[in-house]
């Protein structure tokens, strides 16, 4: 069973950049779809970015230009670069992984088996 755990979250101000990680276990790397969602306090998780296992990327409208996600499956790790950071993009941010092929519902938060507990980025104004 694949086990996820995020790190680098922080606080930066607005218009600064950070790079959270997304350390994978259990698992071989290049079998799963994997994504990025970010969820504030009482709102729904919201879909970030995402590769899939053919290696097509995907990003959320609100991000594209801003943040890149990539993924070192040899290190069995997923980044999510994140620059020009809006205090709207404060959240908790969580990666998530599947093991069977997702293509319309590469956006979708329950189309995912495998969740991290999340890391904290907050920008400030």
């Known amino acids: 069973q694949v086990q996820l755990e995020e790190s680098g979250g922080g606080s930066v101000q607005a218009g600064g950049s950070l790079r959270v990680s997304c350390a994978a276990s259990?698992?071989?790397?290049?079998?799963?779809?994997t994504a990025w969602f970010r969820q504030v306090s009482g709102g729904e998780r919201e879909f970030v970015g995402a590769?899939?296992?053919?290696?097509?990327?995907y990003y959320a409208d609100s991000v594209k230009g801003r943040f890149t996600i990539s993924r070192d499956n040899a290190k069995m790790t997923m980044y999510l670069q994140m620059n020009s950071l809006k205090p709207e993009d404060t959240a908790v941010y969580y990666c998530?992984?599947?093991?069977?092929?997702?293509?319309?519902?590469?956006?979708?938060?329950?189309?995912?088996?495998?969740w991290g507990h999340g890391t904290q980025v907050i920008v400030s104004s």
């Open positions: 590769i899939r296992r053919g290696g097509y990327i």
């Open positions: 259990g698992g071989t790397a290049s079998r799963y779809s």
């Open positions: 998530a992984a599947s093991s069977t092929e997702i293509l319309s519902t590469v956006r979708t938060a329950g189309a995912y088996a495998y």
